[in-house]
């Protein structure tokens, strides 16, 4: 089992930045991806960037194409935090934002509480 604990959400004027960190405890050792999904008021969730831990290769990595060149997702060597950084944030960009985490090993998916982000001027 995963425990996902979100930070850095808040009011930011459009143009602004944020990074949104994603803390994890338990059986971090068998996280194979990590994401970062968003919901709007009145919207569905949808995935906004996503890390595939590849072993000895290089992680493999998307985004939505609405975030594409703006956000960026990296996280440490030891899986316990991810981030997501948020650049040139719009309007459009205000949600609660949700990280999660893949076990593969057990088939199961992990999500964090959910931090809200405002971008308002």
């Known amino acids: 089992q995963v425990q996902l604990v979100e930070s850095g959400g808040g009011l930011v004027q459009p143009g602004g930045y944020l990074r949104l960190s994603c803390r994890a405890s338990?059986?971090?050792?068998?996280?194979?991806?990590m994401a970062w999904y968003r919901q709007a008021p009145g919207k569905e969730r949808e995935l906004v960037a996503r890390?595939?831990?590849?072993?000895?290769?290089?992680?493999?990595?998307d985004y939505a194409d609405s975030v594409k060149d703006r956000f960026s997702i990296s996280r440490t060597n030891s899986k316990n935090t991810w981030y997501l950084q948020m650049n040139s944030l719009k309007p459009e960009d205000t949600a609660v934002y949700f990280c999660?985490?893949?076990?593969?090993?057990?088939?199961?998916?992990?999500w964090g509480q959910g931090t809200q982000v405002t971008v308002s001027s």
């Open positions: 999660y985490a893949y076990l593969p090993s057990f088939a199961a998916g992990y």
């Open positions: 338990g059986n971090i050792f068998s996280i194979n991806a």
């Open positions: 890390r595939i831990v590849n072993g000895g290769t290089a992680d493999s990595i």
